[in-house]
């Protein structure tokens, strides 16, 4: 069997978990807001071009504006000086996509304090409980409530 005959068979039989971590965009989006005087990129809104009506009778569709740091960024390192040398979404290769994920569950710490910030030494506490991190794996927190 190949490898592309295992892994289709073990995503259909539920043996490898594919977690969707998508999320709709909306205009309550949350975007990044930098302090003044600095400038900001406007939020998402959508404008209706057709909806099954006189001006699309068989399709709906909308115009979309969005600021570039509207919702989840994989490559945020990127946007700042820190990472300007790193890459951005569309230079990441594929293969850099699909890997082992650990998930740092912070979702009662958010609850109390909804200003939580995820710092270094919840990194290092995860590790002491459940190892090192895989190689190239993916750190998800999104258990925030």
């Given at each position: 069997m190949s490898v592309l005959n295992e892994l289709t068979a073990a995503l259909s039989s539920g043996a490898i978990d594919v977690v969707d971590l998508t999320t709709p965009l909306s205009g309550d989006t949350p975007i990044l807001n930098l302090p003044?005087?600095?400038?900001?990129?406007?939020g998402l809104?959508?404008?209706p071009v057709s909806n099954f009506?006189?001006?699309?009778?068989?399709w709906a569709w909308n115009d979309v504006t969005v600021g570039e740091h509207a919702g989840t960024h994989l490559d945020a390192p990127v946007h700042w000086i820190t990472g300007k040398d790193g890459k951005s979404v569309d230079r990441i290769e594929p293969h850099r996509l699909v890997g082992p994920a650990v998930v740092i569950d912070k979702s009662a710490e958010a609850a109390q304090d909804p200003d939580f910030l995820l710092e270094p030494e919840h990194f290092e506490q995860w590790q002491q409980e459940h190892g090192p991190f895989p190689e190239n794996c993916w750190v998800i927190?999104?258990?925030t409530g």
């Open positions: 003044q005087p600095l400038a900001n990129t406007v809104s959508l404008t009506d006189d001006a699309g009778p068989a927190f999104f258990r």
